[in-house]
């Protein structure tokens, strides 16, 4: 999809352009080597990513500008950085695959590590908080608002009887007593899909408001693009899709955008083939109608 991504967010030719989700910046530097004269603002909320991708774009010297920041905030960091409105906006949601392969972040249910999750380290709020400390119910509320997690009830009651053993610090730990409480057996999977996803996807999720700051994004996208200028967003998850897409549906009624993806795109067959994780993966485009006041 970085293909696709790029062909949409360029077309305008726009000379700003912001990556609110860096990553290893992938996106960004297919976005600065299509497109010579543009400048670029990167933002990530964890300073691992954002130092091994500043490494990575070092080449473009100042035309890169990175901050670790919450897209939430995205038009403070514009006031910031002095910029004004700008060309295109490209969100592409959740984690990379290095931050899930790191067992120290505890976002693997097949490596284990401590109940973090957090992607900003200098936030205090971390998943064993929430494990350890949400009661029976709002654990269950949690995982069910979070991610649809069916069995929430079921996992919420498991969680709260191994409690009183003790507290429950670790991944795998956590995984097991998932699958247990949905009636599998934690050493025997039964599909490609490991019972404990939507648990770690729901934890993970409320750790970092992520559902809460892409809303505010969504919020201050209009005032923060130009006329002409485009918004993509690339989601994983159907409760992220459906906020984005009805986002884009209320302000496009509104005027204040043009849809360019009536449906989202998906990633290619081949694409899926190379990396499994782009199966999921949607890709909404709107354009800002008008000029900002
Ligand atoms: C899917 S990865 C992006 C990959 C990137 N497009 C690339 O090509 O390498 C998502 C990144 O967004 C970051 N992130 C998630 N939520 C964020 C937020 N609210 N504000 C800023 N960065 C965020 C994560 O730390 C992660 O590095």
Redesign the pocket.
């Known amino acids: 999809m ?1 293909e696709e991504v790029c062909t949409f967010l360029l077309e305008g030719n726009p000379r700003l352009v912001v ?10 530097r297919l976005i600065l080597e299509k497109s010579a004269g543009v400048r670029l603002l990167g ?4 300073e691992d ?1 954002l130092r091994i991708a500043g490494q990575r774009l070092a080449g473009y010297g100042d035309r890169v500008v990175l901050r670790q ?4 905030d995205l038009s403070a960091v514009l006031r910031e950085v002095g910029w004004g409105p700008v060309g295109a906006i490209l969100a ?5 695959s290095n ?1 899930i392969e790191d067992a120290a972040r505890g976002l693997s249910f097949d490596r284990d590590g401590p109940l973090d999750m957090r ?1 900003d380290r200098t936030q205090t709020l971390t998943a064993a908080d929430l494990v350890n400390g949400l009661s029976e119910g709002e654990l269950a509320d949690l995982l069910y608002m979070q991610s649809q997690e069916h069995g929430s009830r079921k996992i919420s009651k498991r969680i709260c009887q191994a409690r009183r053993q003790g507290r429950l610090d670790s991944t795998v730990a956590l995984a097991r007593l998932v699958a247990s409480a949905l009636g599998q057996d934690p050493d025997a999977r039964r599909s490609r899909i490991h019972p404990a996803t939507r648990t770690f996807m729901a934890l993970r999720m409320s750790v ?1 408001r ?1 559902l809460q ?1 892409l809303r505010r994004l969504l919020e201050q996208a209009p005032d923060c693009l130009s006329a002409g200028g485009r918004l993509a967003i690339i989601s994983f998850h159907s409760g992220e899709d459906r906020i984005v897409k009805e986002d884009f549906r209320a302000r496009a009624q509104s005027g204040v955008y043009r849809l360019l993806t009536k449906k989202p795109a998906v990633a290619s067959e081949v694409e899926c083939a190379a990396n499994p994780r782009s199966r999921s993966a949607k890709l909404r485009v709107a354009e800002r109608v008008g000029a900002v006041a």
Not at 19 to 28: A, E, N, V, Y
């Open positions: 970085p990556d609110c989700t860096l990553g290893l910046g992938g996106h960004s933002l990530d909320l964890d990513n920041a919450n897209f939430a592409d949601l959740g984690v990379s931050q992607l970092n992520e700051s």
